[in-house]
């Protein structure tokens, strides 16, 4: 059983009637670290907790002359604390502020903005006498970024299910660090020939483009990225600034407003979503509920948003709403563990068999242990209703996730042996016999290989 953090029971029912398999494999694409103007803004903010702040941190990023950068993208994580990620973007003054739940712990900053290099720095909050060092649990500090060239790394990996366009976007991400610009260039268009709503390969165009002065280029790809959905502002901003280039006066006054426009829609999303999660912490689901998916209509790449949505909507037993939301996240990020875990508890509830073989697959890559055992438990379901076919193909799923789950190489290989694929089922057979030797079918799998043999 996954445990969500809140008690919440795992239907096991499922239905009873075979159905298709849709054939959709779920490619987990392998994390890559982007190159530095592939940058996508997403707010990530502690989980929702009953938790009292133990501190705070206004800091302040400034130049080496003192001055505020406005802007900077500022990542905190912490290793003692594998679920805390925030997010925030300094503001006019270059302030930003980040809210401790725990103390006596060492809090990892990330400070990042196109023409500045990346900055790291670490922090330890040390409670004393129940008190965070700091006047009233606050602390206050300056933080110094150098100009340079940034090397954002977002943990997202690029969003498209094409294993050739993640291949031939890898392939151009490294042909761009290499300085081969003109074979990045390349590689990014023969992604989008493999999936040509492939965003991230639209947007890195847009950037290469701009940065090769481009302008016309630039602008196109950046209008195809937007077109799918690509809300990211430093996009926004390579069209308006590619617009202004070309002296197209038209373009670039709807590319200003849209940066503005979608930045505040951007704003308002994060207030609306700051409400519900403490509508959460109150214990008012349905009102929290609301309020995420409001967020959500603000600004659709707002994940944290849609997290919320999902981790309320599976709470309230709507797993329809919560399978749905899991995997409008899972789309950009195939590996998000609480998506995955989420889609798959929804999934259960809702009894639909096809959605849960998808999510129990997408659940192998952190839990293989459960996937393997629900997909097992499908696979005998359908063998023991003689629905051979759904059977068969359930086995091999068990197989894709463990190779070596004996009973799995059994039954798959009594199928083989009825449907007249002798030599598939005598190594299916003897496979068992090796992993299993002790298992009580053994004697019957080898008398059906000797009579497999024989024949």
């Known amino acids: 059983m996954i445990d969500l953090g809140w008690p919440f029971r795992l239907h096991e029912t499922l239905l009873a009637q075979p159905q298709d398999e849709r054939g959709k494999a779920i490619i987990m694409l392998t994390k890559l670290r982007p190159i530095f103007w592939l940058v996508i803004f997403i707010l990530i903010v502690p989980g929702i907790a009953d938790a009292k702040r133990a501190g705070r941190l206004i800091g302040k990023v400034i130049d080496p002359e003192g ?3 406005a802007g900077v993208s500022v990542t905190v994580t912490c290793q003692a604390l594998p679920d805390f990620r925030v997010i925030d973007t300094t503001n006019k003054k270059g302030i930003f502020k980040v809210d401790f739940d725990v103390a006596n712990v060492t809090y990892e900053y990330k400070f990042e903005k196109v023409g500045y290099a990346t900055t790291k720095a670490s922090q330890a909050w040390n409670k004393v006498s129940n008190r965070v060092t700091g006047a009233d649990g606050t602390d206050r500090h300056d933080f ?3 100009p340079g060239q940034s090397t954002a790394d977002t943990g997202l990996p690029p969003a498209s299910e094409s294993s050739e366009a993640v291949q031939a976007f890898n392939a151009g991400v490294g042909a761009f660090q290499g300085k081969n610009f003109e074979e990045a ?3 990014f268009n023969e992604a989008l020939e493999f999936d040509p709503e492939f965003r991230q390969a639209w947007s890195a165009l847009a950037m290469l483009h701009f940065e090769q002065e481009h302008y016309q280029d630039a ?9 799918l959905g690509s809300t990211s502002a430093t996009l926004l901003q390579t069209r308006w600034e590619s617009y ?4 197209n006066e038209a373009k670039a006054d ?3 407003a849209d940066l503005e426009r979608i930045g505040r829609a951007s704003e308002e999303a994060k207030k609306v979503y700051n409400e519900g999660v403490q509508l959460t912490k109150a214990g008012d689901d349905e009102a929290a509920l609301v309020k ?3 967020a959500v209509e603000l600004d659709s790449n707002l994940q944290p948003a849609q997290l919320g949505v999902a981790m309320a909507a599976v709470k309230l037993g709507h797993n329809e709403v919560a399978a749905d939301a899991s995997e409008a996240i899972l789309k950009q990020d195939p590996k998000h563990e609480q998506a995955l875990k989420i889609r798959y508890n929804a999934c259960l509830g809702l009894g639909d068999e096809e959605r849960l073989l998808e999510a129990l697959q997408g659940l192998a890559a952190i839990d293989p242990q459960t996937a393997r055992d629900s997909l097992f438990r499908l696979a005998t379901s359908a063998y023991d209703k003689f629905e051979t076919e759904r059977a068969a193909r359930g086995f091999a799923r068990v197989l894709e996730v463990d190779p070596n789950h004996p009973r799995s190489h059994y039954y798959l290989g009594l199928i083989r042996v009825n449907q007249g694929l002798t030599d598939e089922a005598k ?6 016999m090796e992993l299993a030797p002790n298992d009580p079918e053994v004697a019957n799998a080898r008398e059906i290989v000797g009579y497999l043999s024989e024949s």
């Open 67 to 69: 001055e505020p950068i």
């Open 144 to 146: 110094v970024m150098h």
């Open 185 to 187: 260039i390349s590689k």
């Open 219 to 227: 602008a196109t790809a950046a209008e195809e990225a937007i077109a």
């Open 244 to 247: 202004r280039n070309l002296g």
């Open 254 to 256: 709807e590319a200003r």
């Open 292 to 294: 995420f998916r409001e």
């Open 427 to 432: 190594t299916l057979l003897n496979r068992f």
